[in-house]
């Protein structure tokens, strides 16, 4: 669907769009793994104003980011705990402060997919336009010195390939994993402005699996060779690839779906060449987790024209 035609004699505005003409039967749509929904619950009211979505892994580290962002943006209130709007389940968390939503999406494709069938439909619901969504997150490098922010040019599989695999209904469907590549020039030159963290453009590579499916040698199973690994990591180095997590590829097939300029932002916490397992201090880490949200705070003050607050 092409929506700018449309749209260009109206107003410049972008919707959220779903592709789904069975919604439209719905006397009420339930997002249950929200604990909100379209009979219960006000969403133009509760998110029309949403610009920015920026999601995670984890609850802590999306509260973490929306109370970091209420600083940068000086909405901070000392006497606010920022509830989860989720509270109702134990599934995902959310958090919003102005223009500005936080979203846990647990860990792995199927986890974050089922997410982001709700959040856009929620989106959608909310009649919210122009919406950015971003992943924040940590990865392992690929020739990289740890710490270093990759901003993802193009998701690929397994096999170094730029396409998401979903079986439905018994067949196999491809959809595209293509990012907005001026989304994430323009995440580049925040870097750049920053000047805090060295930050590059390249592909990631999306696995289904934390250990035999990055080629790690110690987990529970391995049936391969140190060489073997190295071989692999190489071809992949070689192939354009920086860095490996288990989200971008369905997140980027289903932003582009929808109609959501999308950017996936992550951390690399060590060199997957020279090893498996996480050596560096708790507060390195630590450091080097803060780095995507400072980033993606830097572009969003940017968009809405807040003066930083810190020197």
């Not at 010195?145 to 439905?168: C, R, W, Y």
Request: glycine letters at 8%; one cysteine or more; charged letters at 20%.
């Amino acid at each position: 669907m092409d929506l700018k035609d449309d749209k260009q004699t109206v107003s410049h505005s972008s919707p959220v769009c779903v592709h789904n003409p069975h919604l439209d039967s719905l006397k009420d749509d339930i997002l249950y793994h929200f604990s909100l929904g379209t009979g219960t619950h006000d969403l133009p009211a509760m998110f029309g104003d949403v610009k920015f979505v920026c999601v995670g892994g984890s609850p802590w580290r999306m509260k973490a980011f929306i109370e970091y962002i209420a600083a940068e943006l000086r909405m901070e209130d000392p006497k606010s705990e920022y509830p989860n709007i989720c509270a109702g389940t134990d599934r995902y968390a959310m958090y919003k402060i102005g223009p500005v939503l936080s979203v846990s999406h647990g860990m792995g494709i199927p986890s974050i997919a089922i997410m982001l069938h709700e959040l856009i439909k929620l989106l959608h619901h909310a009649r919210c336009t122009d919406v950015t969504i971003i992943r924040i997150g940590t990865s392992g490098g690929i020739g990289l010195e740890p710490g270093t922010v990759v901003v993802t040019k193009q998701s690929v599989d397994a096999t170094f390939l730029p396409k998401f695999e979903q079986v439905i209904l018994g067949r196999i469907v491809v959809r595209n994993t293509d990012l907005d590549q001026s989304l994430a020039d323009e995440l580049l030159q925040c870097s750049k402005e920053l000047n805090q963290f060295n930050t590059v453009i390249g592909n990631t590579m999306c696995t289904l699996d934390f250990y035999e499916g990055q080629g790690r040698l110690d987990g529970a199973f391995c049936s391969y060779t140190e060489k073997d690994k190295q071989e692999y990591l190489s071809k992949a180095n070689k192939a354009g690839i920086c860095n490996i997590e288990m989200e971008s590829s369905v997140f980027a097939a289903m932003c582009k779906l929808s109609g959501l300029r999308a950017a996936v932002v992550c951390v690399t916490l060590l060199d997957r060449l020279k090893g498996d397992q996480l050596s560096s201090s708790h507060e390195v880490l630590h450091n080097y987790q803060q780095r995507p949200q400072i980033l993606v705070g830097h572009y969003i003050k940017k968009h809405l024209n807040v003066n930083a607050v810190r020197s």
